[in-house]
């Protein structure tokens, strides 16, 4: 199953489905980091509202993600972790630390607006 | 006192990354019968999908077997993983956080002993592994 | 003993009572995080000013609490550590890492406006 | 020179989390009467919840047992942790930091040693766990 990666504006939005194999996640991975370049894109949003289990492997990649998209010159944000998906996590001993998170996909937008703004748009504070 | 079974096990042949998606959903899709609760049964699928690509990534192929069991009040679900793998060359050292010979973060076997109600692990080198872990309805 | 939960704008209050049992802080830790999704909240004080002792086994819940919280998009702070609460603690061992913590539910305030402005409000800045 | 006992004891039965409350509740009282420091208190609360709890988590039940006593001219209070529970396999790894065959911080034993002034813990496989500990007034 391939997760679908959907432009808006500036932004890449990815929303990761719950049978989601290790495969999966690495052609994700690797999609995400070409098309922030292709699209130019400034943020990206990884969507894990569906997503049954976040595991070691789930938690590594997606930090990879934020790491390889950061290199790319463009911003990460994590939204939708259920509250059950974040016990298991933390009683595991995931923490995605230096991951940025958001509750879900209208709060992932706000942060990117907001981490994105100040870098790339409106140099000028009287044009907005 | 040894636990009685309380229905048909389940037995999920563990050879590549699909099966450790279908053998975690499995695993939740029994223990919601006893009434574990979602946390509970994310926990139990987080277990599973840990100990399964274990198996994937270090034996190549096993199988998690996943039982509904009973020991005198308590109900709960029991699960083994097992291969015939290389085996883990020092417990020890594997149980602790951060230890991996891959490029895992090592979280994976004390990770799951803390998710657990019971945890038990036995490999032989040359021979395999078999993990064995027990979640308690509460 | 349920501990209340107070919504106070976008932030939620919890504020813990003496004689609190395990269970007790178990399910704060779940309401918490389920809220925390409910009413939006860009942020979580725990008020520990009440408690009479600060255990290995509250320690960790509480640093579980934040990790999951983070992970639910949120900020937490722990505010009202007694100094004689703070000596037993130090003396056990128990650190509280990567836990914000703060002297009262004042400057847990502070902390949280500082930690969520950049994300969360003024847009525009001349509106500020 | 044994210490002698300055007025009844108290005896806390525990059995679930509720009685680690207690016990630390009435720890705090009995030794106040002699005139420790909040401090103190809260160090000698501390150490009992710990001792409580792993009661409740390794052994089921057990008592925790305080007393105010006397040797020589110190005064304090004497504290005994006890239960019938499988016993402390390896006393010298459960003392030591970050140890725990649960998914504890492994910091109650060793702290508890840190946080009073005298500390002993005697276990038999099999057949249970006595920890004992006092702190004297300064
Ligand atoms: N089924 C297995 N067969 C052989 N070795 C294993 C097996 N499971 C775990 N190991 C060994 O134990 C180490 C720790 O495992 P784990 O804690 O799951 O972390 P990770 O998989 O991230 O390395 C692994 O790096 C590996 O060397
Ligand atoms: N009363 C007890 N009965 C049996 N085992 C115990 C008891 N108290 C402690 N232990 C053992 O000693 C280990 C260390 O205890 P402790 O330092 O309090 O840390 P934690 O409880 O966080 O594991 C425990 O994990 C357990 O194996």
């Known amino acids: 199953m391939v997760v679908p990666i959907l432009k808006q504006g500036q932004y890449l939005i990815a929303s990761i489905q719950a049978a989601l194999t290790d495969a999966d996640l690495l052609k994700m991975r690797d999609a995400l980091a070409e098309q922030v370049g292709r699209f130019r894109s400034r943020g990206v949003i990884v969507d894990v509202t569906a997503l049954d289990v976040m595991d070691s492997f789930a938690a590594r990649t997606l930090s990879d993600i934020a790491n390889m998209i950061r290199l790319r010159g463009a911003e990460t944000v994590i939204v939708g972790i259920q509250p059950e998906v974040a016990f298991s996590m933390v009683q595991l001993g995931l923490k995605l630390e230096g991951v940025a998170t958001a509750l879900d996909l209208e709060e992932g937008l706000d942060y990117l607006d907001h981490k994105t703004r100040r870098i790339n748009r409106a140099p000028n504070p009287f044009t907005r | 006192m040894r636990p009685t079974l309380l229905q048909d096990d389940i037995r999920v042949p563990i050879t590549s990354d699909i099966d450790i ?118």
Chains 1, 3 share one sequence.
């Open chain 2, 21 to 138: 998606v279908y053998a975690r959903q499995k695993g939740r899709e029994l223990a919601s019968q006893l009434g574990f609760s979602s946390s509970e049964l994310a926990l139990i699928a987080t277990a599973i999908s840990e100990l399964a690509r274990n198996i994937v990534r270090y034996a190549g192929n096993g199988a998690i077997v996943i039982k509904l069991v009973e020991r005198g009040e308590k109900r709960g679900v029991h699960i083994v993983a097992t291969d015939e793998g290389p085996g883990i060359r020092n417990i020890a050292l594997a149980m602790q956080d951060g230890y991996s010979t891959s490029d895992g973060l090592g979280l994976g076997l004390p990770g799951v002993r803390r998710l657990m109600d019971e945890f038990e692990v036995v490999s032989k080198n040359g021979e395999g592994t078999t993990v064995t872990i027990k979640k308690w309805l509460r």
